[in-house]
């Protein structure tokens, strides 16, 4: 599901992270100079980068 956020939005999330090619999964720690959350990777973040570095990793 798809949905437009506007700016206030962002600034009450607990977390927010973005994917890329390049980036992969990288959290995003603040917005306008304001942290999201506590201003640290979340849990969510940080366990979905983890599988992704899991999923990547030959075995």
């Known amino acids: ?5 506007i700016r206030h ?3 009450i999330a ?5 994917t890329g090619t390049a980036a992969e999964v990288i959290a995003i720690v603040d917005i306008d100079c304001r942290p999201v959350g506590n201003g640290k990777p979340g849990p969510i973040t940080t366990q979905l980068l983890n599988d992704f570095i899991a999923y ?4």
């Open 9 to 11: 939005d962002l600034y």
């Open 1 to 5: 599901m798809e949905k437009r956020l």
């Open 56 to 59: 990547r990793t030959p075995r």
């Open 14 to 18: 607990d977390e927010c992270f973005a």
